[in-house]
């Protein structure tokens, strides 16, 4: 499946696992764990060119909302506790490399 396939395709009430589903037919998530690190780099700078085109794609639409002045970024898929996104104190936990994020934002933030 191709990436603008994924936008297709995922329902407008989804779930966490729907979204990680979908998202596995466009890439396989498990292998990105073991890719040697100049791989995944490269992969990571893929994915950053596409947030940053997208991102430009919003603001040219009027589509980017502001908070005080700020860019603020809606995201509805799985949380990844990620060092920049995990709270302060908290440590590192592979399992979401598991879970693909699946439930992970009630572990750290139960049911907001």
Partial sequence: MKLSDFAKQLPKDFTEQEF??????????KPIVDLPAAER???FDGV?????????????????????GHP???????FIPHVLARPEGM?????????????EGEKYFGNE
Avoid: C, K, W
């Fill in 72 to 78: 603020v970024l809606d995201y509805n898929g799985p």
């Fill in 48 to 68: 950053q060119y596409l947030v940053d085109y997208i991102m430009l794609a919003q603001e040219a639409n009027g589509e980017l909302r502001t908070h005080e």
């Fill in 20 to 29: 990680v589903d979908l998202m596995n037919q466009v890439i396989d998530l």
């Fill in 91 to 103: 440590e590192l936990d592979r399992g979401a490399l598991e879970t693909f994020g699946v439930g």
């Fill in 41 to 43: 780099s490269a992969l």
